[in-house]
């Protein structure tokens, strides 16, 4: 029985591979361009996206950068020289569109990692990172996989949101062992 497991995570890291070599490189600098010019960046997802944007929000304020998650109850009104990160394979969860727009109206830069970039949140976004993959809504019509649901999506965002984190490292040439400091210490 086990043995099945291995297969089914070689069959899924496999898909991963073939996910992230399909993102676009020059999304991926245009998304680090505005987290770094960003006064504070708030991050936003549904389901398990949000659980995937939470843990980027983590390492982005390890590396020191002001973060906020969208509904957490400390966190502040976004203003005109923020950043709002939304991941939504959709694009269009309707909470998620509101926010967006809301955002736009303040004068916020608004970005988004989504599989569809047609979206109503792609076309709110000043940057977009596009990752193939399938939305809980769709069929498995963008590229195949045998994960169930919106699977693929999620672990292709965390995988390419962390590399973000090493691209961001690389730039303000900060080490692993920095970011210690402010790792939480209350546990």
Do not use: C, W
Request: net charge negative; hydrophobic share 45%; glycine share 8%.
């Amino acid at each position: 029985m086990s043995h099945n497991i291995f297969q089914h995570a070689s069959v899924i890291a496999k898909e991963l591979s073939e996910s992230v070599q399909q993102v676009d490189a020059g999304q991926i600098e245009e998304l680090i361009e505005r987290i770094v010019q960003s006064d504070a960046v708030f991050l936003a997802g549904g389901g398990r996206s949000g659980l995937m944007i939470r843990a980027f929000a983590m390492r982005l304020m390890q590396m020191g950068y002001k973060v906020h998650i969208v509904g957490d109850t400390v966190t502040p009104a976004i203003g005109a020289r923020d950043l709002l990160l939304i991941g939504s394979g959709s694009g269009e969860t309707q909470g998620l569109v509101s926010m967006a727009r809301k955002a736009k109206e303040i004068g916020s830069a608004v970005a988004v990692v989504t599989v569809r970039p047609e979206s109503s949140i792609g076309k709110l976004s000043d940057a977009m990172v596009q990752l193939p993959g399938t939305t809980k809504e769709q069929n498995q019509d963008i590229l195949v996989t045998v994960q169930p649901m919106a699977s693929l999506f999620e672990q292709s965002m965390l995988i390419v949101l962390d590399a973000v984190i090493l691209r961001l490292m690389e730039k303000s040439k900060l080490r692993s062992n920095q970011m210690f400091s402010l790792h939480a210490n209350l546990e």
